[in-house]
């Protein structure tokens, strides 16, 4: 049995995967996210444990004892930053936090390649402005840094004692030159980084340790089983559907939204906000479209609402199209960049129902996949069909819809709501001799197929016009309100 533990930023997700590549069992454990002020998204590593022992905990201790390895996959970007008795001297700065916008252009000022290295040009969401805003503003707190990871790396911490993350969240970080799979030294002089402070890097399906005693025994699990590296949420995701080799790609509809395809080389664009990072997986790399709000924005409306999302849905199904939404709750990266814009409806009128608000949620999700499609595509990458993750994936109403506006065929497979979790399942048993990549990174056999609908996508593209738009014009009604 192999487990992947998956760090996510609403739960911490767990799937037990058997030596024959079935699913035995998953779980799940809630989390929360504490926003100190506005732009600012926080979480604290004690919670994470928690709940990673609350999920593991809740599968059976049969199970459990028959476990032989561990992947990680966890939301990417967060800032832990821990003291020299590798204790956390503040709450983690997660990936959606907007508070370094403005150490975002120092950096570019610093050094105008830093885009063209890292594989993106630096964001707010990204670890490495976040520790150069706190040299500005809490030096204090700066001053105590001795060591810096990932959200899953810290995971990995507490299991195996050891500071090692991989080349996928080293990726996302600002600090990783993607060409050489390795730190740069120059994008560390440039955000107050020691290089010093940063981890090992091992590929996914390397050992980064072995489970100690104590965590052994917090969680349940043998003593000494072999921890993989691991991979950072989306090059997790990548692994449990089998998109490891040149060409393949998937879009993934969970809190937040990737179109990810898998390059043979480093083919960064930076000024398209495409991100060009490093697989997990040895002599790969990716082209992604990063988008902060996903499928969040329906979640979102039914607990403003205070309704279940699933009726929601059902009545946006057979609303007709009304209001229109602009879903950036947290800003948004491609294809804006923007940490500052937030979302709004426009078009309300006395008809306005419940259903129509939801019917325009999910038309704006579906239409910032529009959006990822043509900036992938100025890359160089047009995709006719691609698989689909996360939970998003769960609603028929929103996969025909993403199919319609973009005209590409999604595939929808058996546990696609599964994820990095199952991905990071799969890298723990390649690390653990279970299998080679290509007998357990296989591709999922594909349950639904949504087809484009010609009509439908006719239908909506004035739709999509005037939601382009919308962005503008909010902004620049935002931009009067400060």
Known sequence: MYLGIDLGTSAVKVCALQPDGRVAATATTALSVSHPFDGASEQNCADWWAATCTAVG?????????????????????????DKDKRPVRPVILWNDARATEECAVMLAAEPDAGALSGVLPMAGFTAPKVLWLSRHDPKVHARIAHILLPKDYIGLRLHGEMVT????????????????????????????????????????????????DPAAELGLPVGI?????????????????????GDGFISLGTSGQL????????????????????????????????????????????????????????????PSGPLFL?????????????????????LGETTSQGSLMRAVVEAVAFTFADAIAALSDSGQAPEALLAIGGGTRSDFLMQTIADVTGCRLGRSEG???????????????????????????????????????DHGDALKPRLAAFRALYPALKGVQAKMH
């Open 260 to 319: 990810f395809f898998t390059t043979p080389d480093y083919r960064p664009n930076p000024e398209s906000r495409i991100h060009a990072y490093a697989h997990t997986m040895p002599g790969y790399w990716f082209q992604m479209a990063a988008m902060l709000n996903g499928a969040r924005p329906m979640a979102w409306l039914a607990n403003l609402l205070q309704r279940p999302i699933e009726t929601l849905l059902a009545e946006a199904e057979a609303a």
């Open 327 to 347: 879903p950036y709750l947290t800003g948004e990266r491609t294809p804006h960049g923007d940490t500052d814009i937030r979302g709004g409806f426009a078009g």
């Open 166 to 213: 991989d080349p996928s969240d080293a990726a996302g970080t600002s600090w990783f030159d993607e060409e050489r799979r390795a730190w740069s030294d120059r994008l560390c002089q440039i955000s107050a980084t020691d290089p010093c402070w940063l981890p090992e890097v091992k590929h996914g399906t390397e050992i980064a340790g072995h489970l100690l005693p």
């Open 226 to 246: 072999p921890v993989a590296a691991g991979a950072g949420d989306a090059a997790a995701g990548a692994v449990g559907i089998g998109a490891v080799e040149a």
């Open 416 to 454: 696609a709501d599964l994820g990095p979790a199952l991905g990071a399942a799969r890298l723990a048993c390649v690390a653990s001799g279970g299998g080679t990549v290509a007998e357990v990174m296989t591709k999922p056999d594909v349950r639904n197929w949504f087809e484009p609908s010609s």
């Open 58 to 82: 809740s599968l059976s201790a049969d199970l459990r004892a028959q476990v032989k390895a561990i992947g990680l996959s966890g939301q990417m970007h967060g800032a832990v930053l821990l």
